[in-house]
């Protein structure tokens, strides 16, 4: 029986709490996922987002008082999956 390599889903995230962002991160980590970037305003986002190296996102609704909507339409258009966590 031969095994399978393992490819790890890249995960971007995308929070503005450094402690919230680092909680996610490790447990992501934990979970085998591996992490594409943290992204705490939306112009970084957008850029990320942008680039594309990632296979999925967690996403925050609110970015230090700034609406993620346009992170969340830039993540729809680029087909990539993603869940919205919000406090």
Request: aromatic fraction near 4%; charged fraction near 20%.
């Amino acid at each position: 029986m031969t095994s399978r390599p393992t490819l790890k889903a890249r995960i971007l995230i995308i929070e503005d709490e450094a402690m919230i962002a680092f909680g996610i991160e490790q447990t992501l980590l934990a979970d085998g996922f591996e992490i594409a970037g943290i992204a705490a305003r939306l112009p970084a986002a957008l850029e990320m987002i942008d680039r594309g190296a990632f296979d999925g996102a967690i996403l925050d609704t609110n970015l230090a008082g700034v609406s993620a909507g346009p992170a969340a339409a830039a993540l729809k258009s680029s087909g990539r999956p993603f869940i919205i966590a919000s406090g």
